[in-house]
């Protein structure tokens, strides 16, 4: 069985790759824009649980096989808590220095496509969001980042599941 300091380092090593990946598709999706950019974007996040797979399946082997359901699980929770944190650091600097002004001209972009539209101006959500930008109450890089990494590992942990059930139950050529 792979111990756990095996499944750490793994996931580690791993993570970093997921991390770089998923920082691409953020930065993409951020700076595209509408444009090609994001279209690129949601390719790689369409493609996230084939390489997510792919870097479980490669630890696996390596390791001849030698990981239970639950292993397989923490490496693939690993490998997201790790990517997560890669991919927020990145977005963070992107919305903190590059486009610091991101989020709040979405949510204005949001208001006025709501503000077209009679049956959308009646909804919670438009009178909710007019009272936050009207108020200064929108979030911050941070808060966005911090709700990234929740989410990331969250998907990520379900993902987990999901890819250790497929691995454990597929026949495997080891190295």
């Not at 951020?30 to 690129?40: D, E, R």
């Not at 108020?135 to 941070?142: E, H, I, K, R």
Request: a positive charge.
């Amino acid at each position: 069985m792979m111990t756990s300091e095996q499944i750490y380092r793994e996931g580690a090593y791993k993570g970093v790759a997921m991390g770089i990946y998923l920082s691409i598709a953020s930065l993409f999706m951020l700076a595209g824009n509408g444009t090609v950019l994001s279209l690129v974007a949601l390719a790689m996040l369409i493609g996230v649980p084939f390489f997510q797979h792919r870097l479980m399946l490669a630890a696996y082997k390596k390791h001849r096989c030698a990981a239970g359901f639950a292993g397989l699980w923490l490496l693939g929770i690993v490998v997201f808590i790790g990517a997560s944190l890669i991919c927020a650091a990145a977005t963070y600097a992107y919305l903190a220095y590059i486009n610091p002004n991101f989020i709040d001209n979405l949510l204005l972009q949001t208001a006025e496509l709501y503000r077209q539209s009679p049956e959308l101006q009646q909804t919670d959500f438009f009178r909710g969001l007019s009272i936050a930008i009207e108020n200064g109450l929108t979030f911050s890089a941070a808060d966005f980042c911090i709700e990234m990494i929740l989410l990331t590992i969250f998907s990520g942990s379900i993902l987990s599941i999901l890819l250790a059930l497929l691995i454990k139950n597929q026949r495997v050529k080891q190295y």
